[in-house]
């Protein structure tokens, strides 16, 4: 199969199943990353950091990663126009049908079945990108293993955010800076 097929195949899907929003891609995203090697799971934690700190949707700003850095500048559009065809062809769909299935009690009872599933699908690959950026774990038990510094500045950032409920695109853009100012 050609690689602008897979790509098509690989966002296609993502966009149907990744139910919960641009976070659910990432469970996705790690698993093109292992079967087809286009990027490392290191570079999956950049492509968060940089799609969270820059505007649109998580998802999309991925799937334009990805394809751009496999296919490249047409590759970004493909990929993007693959993620978000389910969304459309789904919301085509349902809305010819809204006014049947807007009080059915099995539509309801799916989307109560599915949301654990999500929630669970979103914190594994939350604690997959939360070890892989406080942890080395290339050199598990020993002393090295702990990222100090990862841990330090997340600790701060996340009680200072907290306590003083500054917006979230200052806690990104200092964030940036300290990457920046300490070589990370």
Excluded: C
Aim: net charge positive.
């Amino acid at each position: 199969m050609s690689l602008w097929l897979t790509v098509i195949i690989e966002f296609f899907k993502t966009g149907l199943f990744a139910v919960g929003g641009g976070l659910a891609t990432i469970p996705f995203l790690q698993d093109m990353a292992v079967k087809y090697g286009w990027f490392d799971l290191e570079t999956l934690s950049t492509m968060i950091a940089v799609s969270e700190s820059t505007p649109g949707p998580i998802g999309i700003n991925m799937a334009t990663y990805v394809g751009y850095i496999t296919l490249g500048p047409l590759g970004g559009v493909i990929s993007t126009l693959s993620l978000v065809a389910p969304s459309i062809i789904v919301i085509l769909i349902i809305a010819n049908m809204l006014d049947k299935f807007k009080e059915s009690k099995i539509v309801k009872q799916v989307f109560n079945g599915i949301r654990p599933f999500v929630v669970g699908l979103i914190l594994a690959a939350t604690l997959d990108l939360f070890l892989s950026t406080l942890l080395n774990l290339d050199m598990l038990f020993s002393i090295r293993m702990f990222s100090w510094l990862s841990i330090v500045i997340f600790a701060i950032m996340l009680f200072v955010y907290k306590k003083y409920k500054i917006n979230p695109i200052l806690v990104i853009v200092i964030g940036a800076i300290i990457g920046i100012l300490l070589q990370l």
